[in-house]
C-alpha cells in the first residue's frame, strides 16, 4: 500500500510561503471551542477565533471587507477589478462537534491544544474543517501579500452551524442573492481524502473523490396510540409490536437500486483502471450496464449509499419500564438518506404504502431532497481538477457524491456549480477515526500542501494573469 505523501508533488511551490506560521495559526484556531449549541453558544470562543483572523491576516484585511453575518458566520469579500467576471466562493465553517463525554482522556493530545508533534497538528476542528477556513485565509492573504490583483471578487464565507442547523451558511447565501450576486463556483469541504480504489474494482489506482452533490435527508417519525394496561390481556396487540411491524414493512420495502447520473459519471471515469471483474467488464459500456453494475455496488459496504435510498431506524421511545405492563403511546424514528433523482414526497408515498396502517401516524422531524448536481462542463471543474492533478500526481479524481450533509446546497441559489473537494489529504484511517471522533489529526505536510492548491487554484480562477 502506498502512502499519501507518495502522491504529493510540486512541493517546492510557493518557497516563500510561512509554512510554521500558518501551521501556528491553525494551532491557535483550534484551540477555540466554537461549537455551536443554539441559544447556549458560548460567543466568545467565535469572537476569539474572529479575533485571531483579524490579527493574522493584515494583508486580506487591508484588501477585503469582513461582516459577520448572522450570529457568527463571517463573509470576507475581495473585490475584483473586472465586473464581467462571475464571482467565486471558498467556503466551509467554523463551528466544530463537541467531544463525546467520557472520551476526553483517549486523546493523544487534548482537544482542544491544538498540539504540534510528530509532524501532525492535534486537536477537534484539525479535519473537520478549520484547516479548510484557515488554509483558505492563508491562500488569499499571501496572494493579496504578494501584491496578486484579483480580476474576479472572491468571497471567503464561513458558516458557524454547519453541524447543527446550518442558519449561518443559508444567510450568507440569501445576503449574497439579495445583492443579486450570482457565482461562477463554490468550493466547499470534500473527501479529503486519498484511498486505494480496490472497492471500485481497482486495487493497483488511488483514488480522492470531488463531490458534486448530497443526498436528501428525511427523519420520520412513527406514532401509535395505546392505552396500556395488564400485558395478560393484550387483545389486538400492544403499542411496541404495532410499531415494529411498521418498522419491520419499512425495512423490507427497500428503494430501488440504480446507478444515479453522477455514478454513471464516477464509473466512466474510473473505467480505464478498473482491471478486477466483474466491474471491469461491466465498466467497458457503463450505460448499457447500468443496472448490473449498481446490483454489484449494492452489495459493496462502502458503495451501497451511493446505490438507493437507505433506510435506517435509529430511535424508539416509550416502552414500557415493567415486563407485565403493556406500554402506552410510543413513536420511532426512521433516518432515510435520498437518492439524486427522488424527493422527499416520493418517499412520503413509498413508506405509507409500505405500511399500509393508517393508524401510524407519520410526520417529518426534519426533511430535505437531494441537492442539485454540481456541472461538470464548466470552468470551476476544470479549474479544480486541473489543480488537484497538480499536487496530487498520480491519483485519479473522479466525480461522486456526499452521503452526509453539508453546507454547499445552500449556495446552489446563485450557483450552478457547489464543488465539494478539500485538498488537505488524509488517509482513510485518520479521517474515520479523527472526524467527530477521537484524536482527531492532520499531518503538517498535509496542510501545507492544501494551501499550496488552495494559492494555486485562486491564482488560476481569480487572479489577473
Ligand atoms: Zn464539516
Known amino acids: 500500500m502506498k502512502h499519501i505523501f507518495d502522491f504529493f508533488a510540486n512541493e517546492t511551490d510557493y518557497p516563500d510561503l510561512d509554512s510554521a506560521g500558518a501551521v501556528e495559526r491553525l494551532s491557535r484556531a483550534i484551540q477555540c471551542r466554537t461549537i455551536d449549541r443554539g441559544e447556549d453558544t458560548d460567543s466568545g470562543e467565535f469572537e476569539k477565533l474572529h479575533a485571531l483572523i483579524r490579527e493574522s491576516y493584515p494583508a486580506l484585511m487591508a484588501g477585503a471587507t469582513f461582516e459577520v453575518i448572522g450570529r457568527h458566520s463571517l463573509l470576507i469579500t475581495i473585490p475584483g477589478s473586472d465586473p464581467a467576471l462571475r464571482p467565486c466562493l471558498f467556503m466551509s465553517h467554523q463551528d466544530v462537534v463537541p467531544v463525546v463525554a467520557g472520551t476526553e482522556d483517549d486523546w493523544t493530545h487534548d ?6 508533534a510528530d509532524g501532525y497538528i492535534w486537536g477537534r476542528g484539525a479535519l473537520d474543517i478549520k ?141 480505464p483502471y478498473i482491471t478486477e471483474e466483474p466491474l471491469k467488464t461491466l465498466v467497458q459500456d457503463v450505460d448499457g450496464n447500468a443496472d448490473a453494475i449498481a446490483a454489484y455496488c449494492h452489495g459493496v459496504p462502502a458503495l451501497f449509499p451511493y446505490t438507493c435510498t437507505t433506510i435506517a431506524p435509529t430511535v424508539i421511545r416509550g416502552s414500557s419500564a415493567a415486563c407485565n405492563v403493556m406500554p402506552q403511546d410510543m413513536s420511532a424514528v426512521v433516518n432515510f438518506r435520498i437518492a439524486e433523482g427522488e424527493t422527499v414526497e416520493e418517499l412520503l408515498a413509498h413508506v405509507k404504502a409500505a405500511v399500509g396502517d393508517d393508524t401510524v401516524d407519520m410526520r417529518f422531524l426534519q426533511c430535505n431532497d437531494p441537492s ?94
Open 372 to 465: 442539485a448536481t454540481a456541472r461538470t462542463d464548466g470552468y470551476g471543474y476544470a479549474k479544480l481538477l486541473e489543480t488537484m492533478q497538480r499536487y496530487f500526481e498520480g491519483v485519479v479524481f473522479a466525480p461522486s457524491q456526499t452521503a452526509g450533509a453539508t453546507d454547499a446546497h445552500h449556495y446552489e441559489i446563485i450557483c450552478d456549480t457547489c464543488l465539494r473537494c478539500s485538498p488537505f489529504m488524509t488517509t482513510p484511517e485518520d479521517s474515520a477515526r479523527g472526524v467527530h471522533g477521537t484524536d482527531e489529526r492532520l499531518a503538517v505536510r498535509s496542510y501545507v500542501q492544501g494551501i499550496r492548491a488552495l494559492i494555486h487554484l485562486m491564482t488560476a480562477a481569480c487572479v489577473h494573469p
Open 111 to 116: 482537544a482542544f491544544s491544538g498540539a504540534v
Open 131 to 271: 484547516d479548510q477556513v484557515f488554509g483558505v485565509l492563508e491562500a488569499a492573504d499571501y496572494l493579496l501579500a504578494h501584491g496578486a490583483s484579483f480580476a474576479r471578487t472572491t468571497y471567503l464565507a464561513f458558516g458557524d452551524d454547519e453541524e447543527t442547523l446550518n442558519k449561518g451558511a443559508r444567510a450568507i447565501a440569501a445576503h449574497l442573492q439579495s445583492q443579486g450576486v450570482t457565482l461562477e463556483f463554490v468550493l466547499d469541504e470534500g473527501f479529503g481524502k486519498i484511498e486505494n480504489a480496490a472497492n471500485y474494482g481497482a486495487p493497483d489506482t488511488y483514488i480522492s473523490l470531488v463531490d458534486l452533490m448530497e443526498k436528501g435527508y428525511a427523519d420520520l417519525e412513527l406514532s401509535v396510540k395505546s392505552a396500556g394496561g395488564h400485558s395478560s390481556r393484550p387483545f389486538g396487540g400492544t403499542s411496541l409490536g404495532h410499531l415494529s411491524q411498521a418498522i419491520a414493512r419499512i425495512v423490507e420495502s427497500p428503494f430501488p437500486v440504480k446507478l444515479t447520473p453522477v455514478m454513471v459519471g464516477a464509473f466512466k471515469a474510473l473505467a
